[in-house]
């Protein structure tokens, strides 16, 4: 895996549907700058495959995806990420970056690392 | 083609398609049984997070596979496939024939095998699962070289084929050449004509297709759970290139075969002895055809040298192919603390990977 490397982490168990993880985890891929238009996403059967899920959930996750502008698909070249979304600004992607290696040296949880910044943006 | 050798022809392609459909059955279940030992935590249970664990199940089922895929194509295939050879006669005016496709036997049976096997490939398990999100193709996965000589033996062996089927005798078992001046003929055989020709070409054809249909099941298979990308490209490359090693010897082998046959017998109806007397005295003289003559040396030659490259090839495939799989995985305990526990003892201490993503935050869901 390289550092830049997308990835899809679907916890099954989890109260959040599957496809709605899918479709948050990249949009955050998005906007974190590893994917960038014209990047190609899997088939979705091969990641259906993957996954171990139903081709119908990663389906939804693509659909919702295309109707918000963040995918596009096509007959000839599959799902690819639409043109026209940009990444996050560079400082607040960077204090991310920083702030989830914080976090992870700390031992936190995702969802504790997340309700952290939820409460710090509820502070502002 | 007589009654009795039509039943034997029969009986014989019977017996083989029944103990090679025994034998997958059989290695469908091995494997299936090879992807459960070791089982991940089940259903409701954390994913598997130790990379190393997945992977050794992967590649315990890769090669489980490859052994059996060359194993029964070598001790049941051959065999039974000999059978098919004691009438020697699978279609009337083509003796030898079953000799001719027993490579394409032997070949079919180890891509079925690989094929059950990539079927049968370890599902994801666990309620965490992950995935790369860049699409798979079979050009990166498949070694390019060995996928070219592939098809350029597919290649030479249909234009081989499509030239001796051409110049063979009406009868297509045997090469004829003619010294007008003469008035002499000199006719030898075996030569693949288009009894042997439409056969052994739709055989090579049969062969390249299959391969690449195995070589499709690869790239789709789940990805190995929990494991980093490169990992699991190099066990699909090790899959593919057991693949492709198995079908271009299938396709050299046969290749060998049709250009060893097609030189000896153009060497040998490039010479012609005849004779005469006119009561008081005998004469003898002897023609030689020196172009057929060439040419039947070069095919000769090309025959042993294909059969050489097929055999070395493949060792040097298989070798790579166990080197490739005994290359210790790269990919790391990903120990996520929101679904994981500690990395186990023993395992390499690496970094969390960048690239994976967390959880979607709860207010995004509907």
Known sequence: MTATEARLEVDLTSGVPVYEQIRGQVVAHVAAGRLRTGDRLPTIRALATDLGIAPGTVARAFRELESAGVVLTRRRTGTVVAPGVVPADDAPRRAADAYARAARAAGLSDDAAIDLVRGALMAR | ?366
Do not use: C, K
């Open chain 2, 1 to 366: 083609m007589s009654t009795h050798l039509l039943v034997l022809a029969v009986v014989a392609m019977a017996a083989l398609v029944g103990v090679v459909s025994v034998a997958v059955a059989v290695v469908a279940a091995v494997l299936a049984a090879s992807g459960r030992r070791q089982v991940q935590p089940g259903v409701g249970g954390p994913a598997p997070r130790d990379s190393s664990v997945a992977y050794r199940r992967a590649r315990r089922h890769a090669t489980a596979t490859a052994l059996l895929s060359w194993g029964v194509a070598l001790v049941v295939a051959l065999p039974f496939g000999g059978l098919l050879t004691r009438g020697d006669r699978l279609l009337d005016g083509a003796p030898g024939l079953g000799v001719a496709l027993l490579p394409t036997t032997f070949g079919l049976t180890l891509l079925a095998i690989a094929a059950v096997g990539e079927l049968t490939w370890p599902r994801p398990e666990g309620s965490v699962r992950s995935a790369a999100l860049a699409p798979r193709t079979l050009g990166a996965l498949a070694p390019r070289g060995l996928r070219l000589l592939t098809w350029a033996w597919a290649g030479a062996l249909t234009i081989v084929l499509l030239v001796t089927g051409l110049t063979a005798t009406p009868g297509g078992r045997s090469f004829r050449v003619e010294w007008v001046t003469e008035g002499v003929t000199s006719e030898s055989g075996p030569y693949p004509g288009w009894p042997y020709a439409g056969p052994l070409l739709v055989a090579g054809l049969v062969v390249l297709v299959v391969a690449e249909v195995v070589l499709r099941l690869v790239a789709r298979r789940p990805a190995v759970a929990d494991t980093v990308t490169v990992d699991d490209e190099r066990l699909r490359r090790v899959s593919a290139r057991r693949v492709l090693a198995g079908a271009q010897l299938v396709i050299a082998g046969t290749l060998s075969g049709v250009l060893t046959y097609t030189g000896i017998a153009l060497r040998n109806a490039a010479t012609s002895t005849y004779g005469w007397s006119d009561g008081t005295q005998s004469v003898s003289a002897t023609l030689v055809a020196p172009g057929v003559m060439a040419a039947g040396v070069v095919a000769a030659v090309l025959g042993v040298a294909v059969a050489i490259a097929g055999i070395v090839v493949t060792m040097v495939a298989l070798a790579q192919a166990a080197t490739e799989a005994g290359t210790a995985p790269v990919g790391a305990p990903v120990a996520g603390p929101a679904v994981a526990g500690p990395a186990p003892v023993g395992a390499p201490p690496v970094d969390r990977p960048v690239g994976r993503t967390v959880d979607a935050p709860a207010g995004d869901a509907p």
